[in-house]
Each structure stands twice: as structure tokens, then as C-alpha cells.
């Protein structure tokens, strides 16, 4: 009998040394550790994000930002897959590869993350071409980035190995001047700041392919025509071999060149409850920002109608926005 005690004290020890031989193994690996400084439109830095990886693998990422305007609620949180941020726009960042849970916003601006994760690992931070972490404007994936961090290891970049890299930045699109198509078809230029939406279908509602920049060409594949209150004409872009058809805004559209935005002027919020800044010109577009009472808003001096009110465009931290001309005032 005592032999069999013995016998199965000896066995539950060897087991428990079988189970937690991988743990210690675990517990030697010498996982890396991150920081990213993140910065805003404006290129002022914003906060910081810093990501661990603890002793079974999983990412530990705490982000501190504040000074925002005002954006309260969820926001889209990424990982892109190039090193490199450039404000305002931050469209050279690459694609996502990881999406994270939401970062919440306080009214002020702020916010303090903290997330546990088996989503990320770190080989999706140290590629050659490095990565960065996004904060979009709201839950979105197509809306705007408002914030953006280079990933890089907290001890500073390892000696690269050998081989091709990133040349750092790549527009994903030509920059200006931009070249002229081939005259097969009638061409206009995109006269739109905040950048014009190609649509599937000629409505307000219809999704968005892509957003066409400001002073990009396109090739006209049809004459104006109404639908849904507006103008619209099918297009067709080319970026690089890629080409995309859809329906644009034809008030937006430049056959003669691209004429300078209207001169806007400087107007004061006057909502006692705070003024929604919108990506379009209607209440059914995401809400972008939050103003408060007393706060002087630059417009370009274009306006629009939708949803039975009058829009004012508005430029706020680099980026092009939408406020109903009734709560503003000329100062």
C-alpha cells in the first residue's frame, strides 16, 4: 500500500514537471518591446503607444493621447504594414494587418488605453518595412486618419539585414503636377480640397470605392446628368496600372484646369450645446469632430445643401469638414 502511495506522489510530481517545463521555456524567451510616438494632422506629437509582449505571447498595448479636438466615443485603432507617417493625411502608412479593439475618446480629447491581445505578434512590427499604429476619426475603416505613429523597437532599430527595403514614403498616387492621360477622351481635374468621392451608384447614400485627390485627372465616360439632387458623371481614375469607373460629384469635376478654392472667411460656433462636424454635407455622414460653443471655424467658402440645411466646409486640423450654416456666425 505504501509503495502505491509512493508510487503516485512520484507520478503527479513528474506530470506537474511536464506541464510547467513549457512554461519555464516560455518564460526564457525574450520577447521585444515597442514604442510609437503619435502625432496628429498638424504633425504636433500627441501621445504615445507603448506594446510588450508578455510571457505566453500575447501583446500588451497601452496608448496615452490627449489634445485632440474634441472626438468623444470608439475609433478605429490599426496596424499598417510601413513605417512611415506623413501628416496631414497620413496616406503613406501602407495597408492594415492587424485591427485592434477600439480606442475610446474622452470629450476632452483624451484617452488612455490599455488591451490584451493574441491578434498581434511581433513579427508584424519588425518586416523591413517597418509599421506604424493609426487612430482613425471614427469606427470606420475608409474614414480619416487623425493620428499616426512609427512602430519602432523600444532599444532603437537593429542593424537592417541585407536586402531590398522600403524606399520611404511611396505615394500611393502621383503627386503634382500630375500628368496629362492620353487625349482619347475628354479629361477633367478634381477641383475638390477636401478630396471627391467615387461612388458605385450616383447617390449620396451609395458606397464609396475610393476618394479622388484634388487636382487628380480623370477620364469622363458619360455627360452630366441629375440623380438624387445632384450632378453626376461616370469617370473612370488610373493610379499607376490600376484603374477604378464610378460615379463623381460633376460640380467637382474641372475640364478647364483646376481654379483655387474659393476665399473662405473665419465663423463662430454659436450651438449651446456644441457643434457636429460631419465627412459630408448631411446628417446621415459620420460625425468627425465635436466643437464647442465659441470656437472659430476657418470655412473655404463652399456650400451645400442636404438633409433640408445649408453646409458650410470647414478646415480643422488639416482635415476638410462639414457644419450646419445655422449654428455658425461671421466674426
Not at 469622363?220 to 460615379?247: E, I, K
Request: glycine content about 12%; some cysteine.
Amino acid at each position: 500500500m505504501i509503495y502505491r502511495q509512493r508510487l503516485g506522489v512520484v507520478m503527479v510530481v513528474a506530470l506537474l514537471a511536464m506541464l510547467l517545463a513549457p512554461m519555464a521555456a516560455q518564460a526564457d524567451v525574450a520577447w521585444p518591446a515597442f514604442v510609437a510616438q503619435i502625432r496628429g494632422a498638424s504633425g504636433a506629437v500627441m501621445g504615445s503607444a507603448t506594446i510588450s509582449f508578455d510571457m505566453f505571447g500575447q501583446a500588451i498595448i497601452d496608448v496615452q493621447v490627449s489634445g485632440f479636438n474634441p472626438v468623444g466615443g470608439d475609433h478605429r485603432l490599426a496596424i499598417t504594414d510601413v513605417g512611415f507617417c506623413c501628416p496631414p493625411s497620413f496616406h503613406c502608412g501602407g495597408n492594415e494587418i492587424v485591427v485592434l479593439p477600439n480606442i475610446q475618446f474622452y470629450p476632452d480629447g483624451s484617452a488612455n488605453y490599455h488591451v490584451v491581445t493574441t491578434a498581434l505578434q511581433p513579427g508584424h512590427l519588425n518586416g523591413v518595412n517597418g509599421s506604424t499604429i493609426v487612430i482613425h476619426a471614427d469606427v470606420a475603416p475608409y474614414s480619416a486618419i487623425i493620428g499616426c505613429g512609427v512602430i519602432v523597437p523600444s532599444g532603437g532599430f537593429p542593424v537592417p539585414p541585407p536586402g531590398p527595403v522600403y524606399p520611404c514614403p511611396v505615394p500611393p498616387y502621383p503627386v503634382p503636377p500630375y500628368p496629362t492621360p492620353p487625349p482619347s477622351y475628354q479629361t477633367a481635374q478634381v477641383n475638390a480640397p477636401a478630396g471627391l468621392k467615387l461612388r458605385t451608384e450616383p447617390k449620396l447614400a451609395a458606397p464609396v470605392i475610393l476618394t479622388l485627390f484634388h487636382g487628380e485627372y480623370v477620364t469622363l465616360l458619360s455627360a452630366p446628368f441629375f440623380n438624387d439632387g445632384l450632378s453626376w458623371t461616370f469617370v473612370q481614375v488610373c493610379r499607376g496600372t490600376q484603374c477604378w469607373n464610378g460615379y463623381a460629384a460633376s460640380a467637382y469635376l474641372s475640364t478647364g484646369g483646376v481654379a483655387p478654392p474659393p476665399t473662405g472667411m473665419r465663423m463662430k460656433v454659436v450651438a449651446s450645446a456644441g457643434l457636429r462636424l460631419r465627412s459630408g454635407p448631411g446628417t446621415g455622414y459620420a460625425i468627425k469632430r465635436i466643437v464647442p460653443f465659441g470656437t472659430i471655424l476657418q470655412t473655404t467658402g463652399v456650400e451645400q445643401t442636404g438633409s433640408g440645411l445649408v453646409w458650410v466646409q470647414v478646415q480643422i486640423d488639416g482635415i476638410y469638414l462639414w457644419a450646419a450654416k445655422n449654428y455658425l456666425q461671421a466674426v
